[in-house]
Nanobody, 121 residues
Framework: QVQLVESGGGLVQPGGSLRLSCAAS????????MGWYHQSPGKQRELVAT???????NYADSVKGRFTISRDNAKNTVYLIMNTLKCEDTAVYYC???????????????WGQGTQVTVSS
């Protein structure tokens, strides 16, 4: 089994910054793509940003220029730096990882438990 543990959410004023972290642990042969998604009440979970093992990134249009995703492959950890936060960024943020547990196994999707980000004055 694989666990994803997130940290770094909280309450911040508009224009402020937060840094989210997510560490994968457990039975891991290789962690492929990692990313962050968010979900607001009454809405579907949406992509925020993803990053491959080689560092290629993809961002939602709404966060381009404000958020930065990065990863430490040695620690199986992904980060999300969120700057110039807006009220509409308020959501539960979920970490995602595509993991191969053994050299022979297929890739499986794993999700963190979610961390609340609230942007409010």
């Amino acid at each position: 089994q694989v666990q994803l543990v997130e940290s770094g959410g909280g309450l911040v004023q508009p224009g402020g910054s937060l840094r989210l972290s997510c560490a994968a642990s457990g039975r891991i042969f290789r962690v492929n793509a990692m990313g962050w998604y968010h979900q607001s009440p009454g809405k579907q979970r949406e992509l925020v940003a993803t990053i491959t093992t080689t560092g290629r990134t993809n961002y939602a249009d709404s966060v381009k220029g404000r958020f930065t995703i990065s990863r430490d492959n040695a620690k199986n950890t992904v980060y999300l730096i969120m700057n110039t936060l807006k009220c509409e960024d308020t959501a539960v943020y979920y970490c995602h990882a595509a993991v191969r547990e053994t050299w022979a196994s297929n890739e499986r999707d794993y999700w963190g438990q979610g961390t609340q980000v609230t942007v409010s004055s």
